[in-house]
Nanobody
């Protein structure tokens, strides 16, 4: 069973930084992509950043230049460095994994709260 374990959320003042980490376990399938989505109260879940198996990255426009996604210290993990945080970055951040088995499967972490105060 695939599990995603997230860490690193919390409360920070505007302009500050946080680092989120996500590690997966429970599969030896090819991992097509890992990344982060977020959902603010009353809003739809949106992509924040994604890193694909070939190393290419994708960011939502509002975080470009401020957030950086990278592979973690272990091959089964991914980090999201968030700098120059803004109150509008406040949301629950969900780790995302897409794996290629018989079909393509998607998995989600439980979410970690990021709160940016003014």
């Amino acid at each position: 069973q695939v599990q995603l374990v997230e860490s690193g959320g919390g409360l920070v003042q505007a302009g500050g930084s946080l680092r989120l980490s996500c590690a997966h376990s429970g599969t030896s399938d090819v991992i097509n992509a890992m990344g982060w989505y977020r959902q603010a109260p009353g809003k739809q879940r949106e992509l924040v950043a994604l890193i694909k198996s070939g190393g290419s990255t994708e960011y939502t426009d509002s975080v470009k230049g401020r957030f950086t996604i990278s592979r973690g210290n272990t091959k089964n993990s991914v980090d999201l460095q968030m700098n120059s945080l803004k109150p509008e970055d406040t949301a629950v951040y969900y780790c995302y994994l897409e794996r290629l088995g018989t079909f393509t499967f998607e998995h989600w972490g439980q979410g970690t709260q990021v709160t940016v105060s003014t």
